[in-house]
């Protein structure tokens, strides 16, 4: 990878991600793209070249790609999943139209692709213990099935048109920079808020619910090494299970109130968050990912919380 475009760079994974492709690859090779409304700022704005780059507009991406000579795009613009239930309609046209623009565009230019999927790839009749590498994914969500079309996909353009494209299917992801906007995995960023400002913390998952999550640098790492990894190795494509740990809410209220004995957690239960909760898996196996590219996840649950803490409360501070 020589010059990177991130569409939706000012996003909650791109906001991280651009810095650290920056870091690797050299600020001047890593094009931030944004739409109008969220432009970037700071660092983002300041470590190298931005370009409005909106997905629904297949003519803007090819003229970043040819102004810029990408040949890498990590293609992160879409909505989470409960927000996605709301607009439908806008859910698909980010998250599908949006990718055959993307496909489209590297085809012509001979760029690698990187569209994240997610654990909520799957629905309620796949296996959730262990959840395996290739099972049924039939997912409910809107949000679900633009993720399985965006695995299918990209591996049609594999196929068919020998376009690199590469995904993992994320758990929820945890961080202290740039919030989630919308998903049913966001509880596990907010009690982290709660908990830092001496707040009361309404969960609204029940008791029990466990789902994968990760922490960002992880994932950062997880994106990033799968790009650079060996293609001759890769078995699979779009996408990879990947996972670092796996918990229901007592269990991160209980590592948080380890270094926090006086937070406080209460559940109200969220129905349209529960049941998408609860249709996802409990457990990911991410062998293959392990097997084929390498991966391994650094932080698991006290390491993620010590951290979180320590960060969050001092970003709150300043
Ligand atoms: N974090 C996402 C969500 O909750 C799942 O990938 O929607």
Wanted: include cysteine; proline fraction near 7%; charged fraction near 25%.
């Amino acid at each position: 990878m020589k010059n990177i475009l991130v569409i939706g760079s000012t996003g909650q994974i791109g906001s991280e991600l651009t810095t650290a492709l920056r870091k690797q690859y050299g600020g001047n090779h890593v094009v931030a793209g944004y739409i109008p409304g969220a432009e970037p700022k700071g660092e983002l704005a300041e470590g190298g070249p931005s370009a409005i780059a909106d997905v629904t507009n297949g003519a803007q991406l090819a003229d970043i790609v040819q102004r810029y000579d990408i040949d890498a795009i990590y293609n992160l613009a879409a909505l989470l999943s409960v927000v996605a239930e709301q607009k439908p309609q806008l859910a698909w046209r980010i998250g599908i139209d949006g990718l055959w623009n993307v496909l489209e565009v590297a085809r012509e230019h001979q760029c690698a692709v990187f569209t994240p999927s997610s654990i909520g790839s799957f629905g309620p009749n796949t296996p959730h213990e262990l959840t395996p590498q290739d099972t049924i994914q039939r997912p409910k969500t809107i949000y679900g099935v633009s993720k399985v079309c965006t695995e299918l996909l990209s591996d049609y353009y594999f196929t068919k048109y020998g376009v690199d494209t590469r995904s993992v299917r994320f758990p929820g992801l945890i961080s202290y920079v740039t919030p989630p906007g919308g998903g049913t995995t966001d509880y596990a960023v907010d009690i982290f808020y709660a908990a830092v400002r001496g707040e009361k913390f309404l969960c609204p998952i029940a008791k029990g619910t466990r789902m994968d999550m990760m922490y960002m640098p992880d994932g950062l790492r997880a994106a990033m090494e799968l790009m650079e990894a060996n293609p001759d190795k890769l078995i699979h494509r779009n996408g990879f299970n990947v996972t670092a740990m796996s918990f229901p809410p007592e269990k991160i209220y209980a590592e948080i109130r380890k270094r926090c004995p006086d937070f406080k957690m209460e559940y109200q239960v969220d129905p349209l968050k529960q049941a998408i909760a609860e249709s996802w898996p409990d457990s990911l196996d991410d062998t293959a990912a392990r097997e084929e590219w390498g991966w391994r996840p650094e932080f698991g649950l006290a390491t993620m919380t010590r951290d979180m803490l320590e960060k969050l409360t001092e970003k709150l501070k300043g």
